[in-house]
DNA sequence: AAGACGTGGGC
DNA sequence: TGCCCAAGTCT
């Protein structure tokens, strides 16, 4: 039994392509089909919202509008760029897969899998979304949208939360993409899912494909997808100290460019780990002995919890004071208020600074 | 294959 | 409040 039994091609691309023709969103990725722009969209819309990505678009092409200015670009300008939009290592790939697109390529964005796969950041669905969008190749770009939009369509139970599924509905859509316009096919299928065929609730008595939709027609469209749950997000508590020299400067320091929050400044920190002695103690020594330096620290003024998507830091705040000098180097720094603008703290330290200021 | 990797919004 | 999500990729 073959999925697209029944299934009439022809008028599905013709019906999902006139409904997208007409209701499409203006968006300002939409404006042209610049590769470069069209690759910058794609990263920062990966498990991001439209709405948050529209302001950090517009600002990061106005600041990088093309390829040579973001290969030439430092990376503290580029990070600041991609302050609050969450999954760093996103913007730091695409700047390196820029800076390889540059040089290699002579600043074209190559328009064939093989190359377009392997520059940095850039996984199967991003690949047919530059495809598809900026070349006009009929690609496949499957993300959570197609997979839901198609589950639904031609009712399939495999759990979506499985690498193996998403293989599955690339197979399904080359044998059903618009070869005269996958662009709008692939976009149209994703604006479908975003606008009409959401995850609860679908608006199916709106959707220009329901006549397609064995779910609708089924009455199950509420049932899928199927998706198995993440783990729960870990606790881990945390003393975190805004450290003041006697010129009221701040103690910030970068993180390592792997893992967590990579390459972005921070309050000096630590996870507690035992009870044996108090978190204020094990702050201070663990300061101490990474920064060689002096402190007296004060009294905890706050809490603050920041959840991220694996694990949860519940951070007890304190503020102090540095005795004596501070060696500053690449990752460490003495800084005023003002001079801390320029640098890339993640949500949770700029909630902490927010805190420090407003104590 | 499954876990790491951020954040803000909706209900 | 707590959970799920939102145009995924890397290891």
């Given at each position: 039994?073959?999925?697209?039994?029944?299934?009439?091609?022809?008028?599905?691309?013709?019906?999902l392509i006139s409904w997208f023709e007409q209701e499409q969103r203006d968006l300002p990725w939409r404006m042209d089909k610049d590769p470069y722009k069209v690759w910058v969209s794609e990263i920062m819309l990966q498990q991001t919202r439209v709405d948050t990505?529209?302001?950090?678009?517009?600002?990061?092409?106005?600041?990088?509008?093309t390829i040579e200015t973001l290969a030439e670009a430092e990376e503290e300008k580029v990070l600041k760029a991609w302050e609050g939009l969450g999954y760093y290592s996103r913007v730091r790939n695409l700047h390196a897969a820029v800076?390889?697109?540059?040089?290699?390529?002579?600043?074209?964005?190559?328009?064939?899998?093989?190359?377009?796969?392997?520059?940095?950041?850039?996984?199967?669905?991003?690949?047919?979304?530059?495809l598809s969008i900026a070349y006009g190749v009929p690609e496949p770009a499957v993300?959570?949208?197609?997979?839901?939009?198609?589950?639904?369509?031609?009712?399939?139970?495999?759990?979506?939360?499985?690498?193996k599924t998403r293989q599955q509905f690339e197979d399904i859509i080359r044998e059903i993409i618009s070869k005269e316009n996958p662009s709008f096919f692939n976009q149209a299928l994703m604006e479908l899912g975003a606008l009409i065929c959401i995850p609860a609730n679908p608006a199916c008595l709106l959707c220009p494909v329901r006549n397609h939709c064995r779910a609708f027609a089924e009455g199950v469209q509420k049932e899928l997808p199927v998706k198995s749950k993440k783990k729960a997000?870990?606790?881990?508590?945390?003393?975190?100290?805004?450290?003041?020299?006697?010129?009221?400067?701040?103690?910030?320091?970068?993180?390592?460019?792997?893992?967590?929050?990579?390459?972005?400044?921070?309050?000096?920190?630590?996870?507690?780990i035992s009870e044996l002695y108090t978190q204020k103690e094990q702050l201070s020594d663990f300061i101490n002995q990474e920064f060689k330096i002096q402190t007296k620290i004060g009294e905890a003024y706050t809490t603050i919890q920041h959840i991220f998507s694996h694990l949860i830091w519940n951070i007890t705040v304190f503020e102090g004071e540095i005795i004596g000098e501070v060696i500053e180097s690449d990752s460490l720094k003495l800084v005023t208020?003002?001079?801390?603008?320029?640098?890339?703290?993640p949500v949770s330290h700029q909630n902490i600074l927010k805190s420090f200021l407003d104590r």
């Amino acid at each position: 039994m073959n999925k697209l039994d029944h299934f009439n091609i022809d008028q599905f691309q013709l019906d999902l392509i006139s409904w997208f023709e007409q209701e499409q969103r203006d968006l300002p990725w939409r404006m042209d089909k610049d590769p470069y722009k069209v690759w910058v969209s794609e990263i920062m819309l990966q498990q991001t919202r439209v709405d948050t990505v529209i302001p950090y678009f517009n600002n990061f092409i106005d600041q990088f509008p093309t390829i040579e200015t973001l290969a030439e670009a430092e990376e503290e300008k580029v990070l600041k760029a991609w302050e609050g939009l969450g999954y760093y290592s996103r913007v730091r790939n695409l700047h390196a897969a820029v800076k390889e697109v540059a040089e290699k390529y002579g600043g074209q964005v190559p328009n064939t899998a093989k190359e377009i796969s392997k520059l940095k950041g850039v996984g199967p669905y991003t690949t047919g979304a530059i495809l598809s969008i900026a070349y006009g190749v009929p690609e496949p770009a499957v993300d959570g949208n197609v997979m839901r939009v198609l589950s639904r369509i031609l009712s399939i139970w495999d759990d979506i939360a499985k690498p193996k599924t998403r293989q599955q509905f690339e197979d399904i859509i080359r044998e059903i993409i618009s070869k005269e316009n996958p662009s709008f096919f692939n976009q149209a299928l994703m604006e479908l899912g975003a606008l009409i065929c959401i995850p609860a609730n679908p608006a199916c008595l709106l959707c220009p494909v329901r006549n397609h939709c064995r779910a609708f027609a089924e009455g199950v469209q509420k049932e899928l997808p199927v998706k198995s749950k993440k783990k729960a997000p870990v606790p881990l508590s945390m003393a975190a100290v805004v450290l003041q020299n006697e010129d009221k400067k701040l103690l910030i320091h970068k993180r390592p460019d792997k893992g967590l929050l990579a390459n972005l400044w921070e309050f000096p920190n630590h996870e507690s780990i035992s009870e044996l002695y108090t978190q204020k103690e094990q702050l201070s020594d663990f300061i101490n002995q990474e920064f060689k330096i002096q402190t007296k620290i004060g009294e905890a003024y706050t809490t603050i919890q920041h959840i991220f998507s694996h694990l949860i830091w519940n951070i007890t705040v304190f503020e102090g004071e540095i005795i004596g000098e501070v060696i500053e180097s690449d990752s460490l720094k003495l800084v005023t208020v003002e001079e801390l603008r320029q640098f890339t703290l993640p949500v949770s330290h700029q909630n902490i600074l927010k805190s420090f200021l407003d104590r």
